[in-house]
């Protein structure tokens, strides 16, 4: 198809047209799978939670790390030059020094001075791995 086709495809089952920054070779797999899902079902509510649950946070600010994320009450503690410092997980956020902090990431640099993965700073991705193999 031409783009000219396939934008009036994308705008006949989007209901909008395309970001014009999408190339053909973007355009096409993308309504490919749109009419696989206009014509066959899309995937259950379930599947889809599960999805956006493990999908990287986004502008809307979602917090997606159920996965990797402790539960709230749990306590984080990492020895760092010498000093021990513990972390509490709250619903919503993070407590160290009794400030909340959003991520773990942010805590991590307030601790070391320089950017760090919060998660693995506190050793969460080591353990995950752990768990799963």
């Known amino acids: ?32 799978y749109r009419l696989q899902e206009v014509n066959c079902g899309g995937i259950k509510a379930s599947v889809e939670r599960r999805l956006l649950d493990l999908a990287p946070s986004g502008p809307a600010g979602r917090q997606n790390n159920s996965l990797h994320r402790p539960k709230p009450g749990t306590h984080l503690v990492r020895e760092w030059q010498g000093k021990l410092h513990e972390v509490a997980v709250l619903p919503g956020g993070y ?28 050793g969460l991705h080591r353990r995950a791995k752990e768990r799963a193999g």
């Open 95 to 122: 407590e160290y020094n009794d400030q909340t902090y959003g991520s773990l990431s942010e805590i991590a640099r307030t601790i070391t001075g320089t950017r760090w993965s919060g998660p693995a700073f506190f």
């Open 1 to 32: 198809m031409e783009r000219k086709a396939l934008r009036a495809l994308w705008h006949q089952l989007f209901g909008k047209p395309p970001n014009p920054s999408l190339r053909r070779e973007v355009l096409i797999p993308i309504l490919a």
